[in-house]
């Protein structure tokens, strides 16, 4: 099997980690804690033995459609929210399995409930935010997906008026990047549901000028600019202007970190409750509503690109073709992205003459592409001599 041209495997593992699964022991679940007060072993051990269940159920009722194992989901999400003072990782699983059954105000309850009670200790998706952030854009997430866009759009601007705040936030060190997510979801909805492009344009303007802190190493400040001046574009001048405006550099094959970094924040890449019990199937669910379901175009095209680079790292080619195929017919922002690393699946399969037409699509279509689909292409042609 070839290997993966351009994307080191520091990248790959580092994307594949929103998706990572495993069986998570107590002893993992103890030393995960962010609890900032004296941690009682015995409720987290009550904690541990009903996740564990809940794991369980979860598995049997989206395996086969179960009416008992759903009621025993119901069930067990009661428990865990009864033990004592729950954790804040509780709270996080008990939301996602309502989100799961499809219960938003339920869903949306519990996220507000540990927002209340836990702001600032750090929400258990593997990145250092507080759950303040992050348990708003879940609500956020829910919400839209649940067709309440007004809500949607108070939570964006509650997070917002946090974030714009000179006040410190503890356990954040950098606000502009979720300051740039939350105008990109309100530009969107403005434009989309609200039929205010003058109010969307403002948004995307706005992030042009979030400022990337100096010692800022993460490409993100740069995409998410790109991201908005793309959008900004295609609002403005049309779909074929703004294709024609991006340019790739080398930062821009870090997208599908991005990507998954982003799923996590917004509560659509099975964290916490995927890495308590290798469900692969809870991860699949979520994405597959997304992009059957969801009103937000960016939020289908991070599920598609997420979840497309997921099945690549593990190999499941078939799947991660079917994903990127399908952004890359989307007049999005990740589209050349998706469509170099469908390029990188046909090749890395052995289909050489696919790969290479798929790399010629992409320099037709986005021409600011064409060096680095070059390099890709020479890459290729040098380990075929070897």
């Known amino acids: ?173 950098d606000k502009g990047g979720l300051m740039m997510i939350c105008n990109l979801y309100l530009a969107e909805i403005e434009s989309l549901h609200l039929k205010r492009n003058d109010l969307a344009l403002g948004r995307l303007e706005a992030i042009e000028r979030i400022t990337k802190p100096v010692e800022q190493l993460y490409a993100g400040y740069d995409i998410y600019k790109d991201w908005a001046a793309y959008k900004h574009t295609k609002m403005s001048k049309g779909s074929v202007q703004a294709a024609q405006h991006l340019k790739a550099y080398p930062e821009i094959i870090s997208v599908p970190l991005l990507a998954v970094t982003q799923l996590k924040l917004i509560g659509i890449s099975g964290e916490p409750l995927a890495s308590s019990g290798g469900m692969n199937v809870v991860i699949e669910v979520l994405v597959n509503r997304t992009i059957k379901n969801s009103p937000s175009a960016t939020d289908r095209s991070l599920a598609r690109l997420g979840y497309g680079f997921d099945q690549q790292y593990k190999g499941n080619f078939a799947k991660a073709e079917k994903h990127y195929s399908a952004l890359l017919e989307e007049d999005s922002f990740f589209s050349p992205v998706a469509c170099l690393y469908l390029a990188i699946v046909k090749e890395t399969k052995g289909n050489t003459a696919e790969a290479e037409a798929t790399l010629e699509r992409l320099i037709t279509k986005y021409p600011g592409y064409k060096s680095l689909a070059v390099k890709v292409k020479e890459s290729w042609k040098k380990n075929a001599e070897k």
Request: aromatic content about 6%; charged content about 25%.
């Open 1 to 173: 099997m070839r290997v993966y041209t351009l994307i080191t495997a520091g990248l790959l593992l580092a994307c594949a980690t929103v998706f990572a699964l495993g069986e998570e022991k107590a002893e993992s679940i103890k030393s995960s804690t962010n609890q900032s007060h004296p941690v009682n072993w015995e409720q987290r051990s009550k904690e541990y033995e009903i996740e564990r269940d809940l794991c369980k159920a979860v598995i049997s009722w989206l395996a086969d459609g179960n009416n008992m194992a759903a009621f025993e989901c119901d069930r067990l999400v009661d428990s865990l929210l009864a033990t004592g003072e729950p954790t804040v990782r509780a709270y996080f699983i008990a939301a996602e399995v309502a989100i799961l059954r499809q219960k938003p105000e339920k869903a949306i309850s519990i996220l507000e409930d540990v927002i209340k009670k836990h702001p600032d200790e750090t929400a258990p998706i593997g990145i250092h935010v507080p759950v303040k952030i992050v348990g708003h854009l879940w609500i956020a997430t829910i919400a839209k997906q649940s067709g309440d866009i007004a809500k949607a759009k108070n939570v964006y601007e509650t997070i917002l008026t946090m974030l714009e705040s000179p006040k410190k936030i503890e356990d954040l060190e």
